[in-house]
């Protein structure tokens, strides 16, 4: 599912409090004000972490591997309730009750095209409830992988998404792999 024009993001202040909202569709540019985002990264039974490629018409990022998916919560609405929100509209799978491993993530890298991504971004885990099934205009492909792979292509540092790369290790030292056990 692609944003549409009422799709709206919460701004932040610094400390991290609401200031007001605006459109999805025109948040991401060269000045990018901080805003309430977050990512999750989900566990198939056997524990590899699902990895996907985002679209080629993505505002952000276009093409490049990353965690499972990101998103942003709705004014007013729980963060866990837009992951699982999101796991259905991107990926067409229900979750497990997603768990927040890093609550306070923070973040801010430039694309080559100049676009900015600027968010405060807890980072959840879940597992998989059923087949994945990715809606084309978010996502290109996806694999399925082993953590350690995944830790590999984060120490590589293009291999994968900017956030990405920061979240992994901070996922790592958090105990993510034992506690997806």
Not at 14 to 37: C, F, M, Q
Not at 142 to 157: C, F, M, Q, S, Y
Request: hydrophobic residues 45%; proline residues 7%; charged residues 25%.
């Amino acid at each position: 599912m692609t944003a549409t024009r009422d799709e709206l993001v919460v701004l932040l202040d610094d400390s991290g409090r609401s200031i007001g909202t605006t459109d999805k569709s025109t948040v991401h540019h060269v000045d990018t004000p901080l805003h309430l985002g977050f990512s999750c990264y989900l566990f198939d039974a056997r524990g590899r972490v699902l990895l996907t490629r985002r679209a080629l018409g993505k505002r952000t990022w276009p093409g490049v591997w990353t965690n499972s998916f990101c998103g942003h919560p709705a004014p007013g609405e729980d963060p866990a309730d837009a992951v699982r929100r999101r796991a259905v509209e991107e990926l067409g799978v229900a979750t497990s009750d997603p768990v927040c491993v890093l609550p306070d993530f923070r973040y801010r890298a430039v694309a080559a095209d100049g676009t900015v991504e600027n968010e405060i971004c807890p980072v959840f885990w879940a597992r998989v409830e059923g087949p994945v099934r990715p809606v084309a205009d978010e996502i290109m492909d996806h694999r399925w992988v082993d953590w350690d792979e995944l830790t590999a292509a984060a120490r590589l540092g293009w291999a994968i998404s900017p956030w990405a790369v920061e979240q992994v290790p901070l996922l790592a030292a958090a105990g993510l792999p034992s506690l997806v056990g």
